[in-house]
């Protein structure tokens, strides 16, 4: 599935792949960094605050965007953080492991 970004009046498109609650649950936990793949974990009707954690994980970036998929708030989070909460609601949650797939997505989002 493909999903646009909205980052300082642009669009930066990301292949993801959407979640059933199985993967809402393993999201990147025990996935080797260069073969792991950008997910769409939460996509709610609603918004809302919650924390994730990044338990056996290799780093990625969290993306939380709003329901018009404008980025709200992104953070590289490395392994075995307990808690990590964004600052403001969300509608939709993407993880986008740091490896080699997606390097210039990275880059586009300032990040390395």
């Known amino acids: ?23 809402m649950v393993k999201g990147l936990m025990f996935t080797r960094r260069e073969k792991a793949r950008a ?8 918004p809302r605050r919650m924390k994730i ?6 780093k990625f970036l969290a ?9 709200i708030e992104k953070r590289i989070v490395y392994s ?5 909460l964004p600052k403001k609601k ?3 949650l993407v993880e986008i492991p740091c490896n080699s797939r997606y390097e210039d997505i ?3 989002l300032d990040e390395h």
Do not use: A, Q, T
Not at 9 to 15: A, G, L, W
Not at 39 to 44: H, Q, S, T
């Open 63 to 71: 993306v939380w965007l709003d329901e018009e998929n404008n980025i």
């Open 90 to 92: 969300f509608s939709r």
């Open 1 to 23: 599935m493909l999903i646009g970004l909205k980052y300082k009046n642009r669009k930066i498109n990301v292949d993801v792949k959407r979640c059933n609650l199985f993967w």
């Open 53 to 58: 954690h990044s338990f056996f994980c290799s």
């Open 39 to 46: 997910l769409l974990l939460f996509d709610f009707k609603k």
């Open 106 to 108: 990275l880059k586009s």
């Open 80 to 84: 075995f953080n307990p808690f990590i």
